[in-house]
């Protein structure tokens, strides 16, 4: 008989079960201990294999009025995710996008591509990109300049979604239809802050700090 509690053996004349790996089987020596499975959330594993070495570039490096936006995601304790995927989409300085979906026609504009994907194994993450111009809202206006963020991390069943606004951008965000309809004490969690290179957003996943995102 093999020692192998699991091997089947040929051509049984009976359906065959192999025998489980219960202790005194010989399979098993030691005590049975259950150990952690992977978690069934879309994280933390999409940071690591879905991230790509250009990920963060939506304008390509050195392309002229370049910007930096950088910032780290908390989780409801006020601590860092150390490994999170951060996707941005976005439309160029004219107010165009680079898809054949936008029913004005694809936009093409040197040195934009408008999407990043940017991880936060380092403690935060950074996208290179454009500062975006103003798109219609469909109500005959216009929207304020914006980015469109997407957040996975571990603990999430599905993305969460965001928008990234500029809070130097004070006249044109008093008119953007999307932050007038959120409570007034909400919207500044929409607002990235002017650095020395670009601008400051964080996300908060949870708390009191928790930011605005979106059912789409």
Known sequence: MSSNPLEVPPDPAAPFQPRSGQRGTGFLTGPLRLGTTPSATVGPYLAIGLTWDDGIWAAAEGTAGGIWI???VFDGNGDVVPDAMVETWQADPDGGFPSPEDPRGAATYPGFRGYARAQTLSGGFEVFTLKPGRVPDGEGGLQAPHVDVS??????LDRVVTRVY???EAEANASDVVLQGLPEDRRETLLATPTDDGYRFDVHLQGDRETVFFAV
């Open 166 to 168: 500029f809070a130097d």
């Open 151 to 156: 957040v996975f991390a571990r603990g999430l």
């Open 70 to 72: 950088r910032g780290s």
